[in-house]
T-cell receptor, first 114, second 113 residues
Framework: SQQGEEDPQALSIQEGENATMNCSYK?????LQWYRQNSGRGLVHLIL?????REKHSGRLRVTLDTSKKSSSLLITASRAADTASYFC??????????????FGKGTLLTVNP | KAGVTQTPRYLIKTRGQQVTLSCSPI?????VSWYQQTPGQGLQFLFE???????NKGNFPGRFSGRQFSNSRSEMNVSTLELGDSALYLC????????????FGQGTRLTVV
C-alpha cells in the first residue's frame, strides 16, 4: 500500500489564489519530500523537510510537517498558470535494516486557471 | 551542474523483446534508484544501487534487473516484455541515501505493442 496519500486528488483554482495540498503517511519517517510533475514528464524536486522540522519555505512554497498526525501540507501562494501540474509527496520510512527507497502517494492534480 | 540524464526518452518495443534503459546521475551522486510510473499503480519503486551494489529491491518480477557501473551510471533491463510493462521509467539520483534530496531525470517512456 502507498505510504503517502495526497488530498485532494484534484484541485482547480484561479490564478493568484493559494493552493493547499495535504499528504498523510502511515509509518515513522526520516524525511518527506514534495515533487512536481508536468504532464508525463520527470519529477521536479520542490522541497525536503526532515522529521525534526515543522515548517520550511522556498519562494512561494511553504511546507509543514506534523509527525504526531503523520501528515504534511504544501501551500503554493499566489498561484500561476505555470503551477499547473501533479504534486506528489514522497517519504522514506525509518528503516528496519536497509530501506533505501522513497514511497510516493498518488498525487494531487492542480489546475490553475488564467 | 548537469541534472540526471536518462536515455532514450522514448522507446517502442514488441512483446517478448528486451530493453535496456540508461541513467547518468548528478556528478558526485552515488545512489541511483529506479521507479516505474503507470496511471493505475502510480510510482512504484524498482531498485536502488549504491557503489555498484543493489541495496534494495521492490516487488517486481525477475524480468526487471539493473546494474550500476563504477562511474555511478546505471542501467535497467527488462526482458521478455509484456504489454503491462508500458510505463514511464524514472531514475533518481541522491548523494548517498534517500535521506538526501532525490533528483529525478525526465524519464524514459516505454511503449510495448
Amino acid at each position: 500500500s502507498q505510504q503517502g496519500e495526497e488530498d485532494p486528488q484534484a484541485l482547480s483554482i484561479q490564478e493568484g489564489e493559494n493552493a493547499t495540498m495535504n499528504c498523510s503517511y502511515k509509518t515513522s519517517i526520516n524525511n518527506l519530500q514534495w515533487y512536481r510533475q508536468n504532464s508525463g514528464r520527470g519529477l521536479v524536486h520542490l522541497i525536503l523537510i526532515r522529521s525534526n522540522e515543522r515548517e520550511k519555505h522556498s519562494g512561494r512554497l511553504r511546507v509543514t510537517l506534523d509527525t504526531s498526525k503523520k501528515s504534511s501540507s504544501l501551500l503554493i501562494t499566489a498561484s500561476r498558470a505555470a503551477d499547473t501540474a501533479s504534486y506528489f509527496c514522497a517519504t522514506d520510512a525509518i528503516p528496519r535494516g536497509s530501506n533505501y527507497k522513497l514511497t510516493f502517494g498518488k498525487g494531487t492534480l492542480l489546475t490553475v486557471n488564467p | 551542474k548537469a541534472g540526471v540524464t536518462q536515455t532514450p526518452r522514448y522507446l517502442i518495443k514488441t512483446r517478448g523483446q528486451q530493453v535496456t534503459l540508461s541513467c547518468s546521475p548528478i556528478s558526485g551522486h552515488r545512489s541511483v534508484s529506479w521507479y516505474q510510473q503507470t496511471p493505475g499503480q502510480g510510482l512504484q519503486f524498482l531498485f536502488e544501487y549504491f557503489s555498484e551494489t543493489q541495496r534494495n529491491k521492490g516487488n517486481f518480477p525477475g524480468r526487471f534487473s539493473g546494474r550500476q557501473f563504477s562511474n555511478s551510471r546505471s542501467e535497467m533491463n527488462v526482458s521478455t516484455l509484456e504489454l503491462g510493462d508500458s510505463a514511464l521509467y524514472l531514475c533518481a539520483s541522491s548523494a548517498s541515501t534517500v535521506r538526501d534530496e532525490a533528483f529525478f531525470g525526465q524519464g524514459t517512456r516505454l511503449t510495448v505493442v
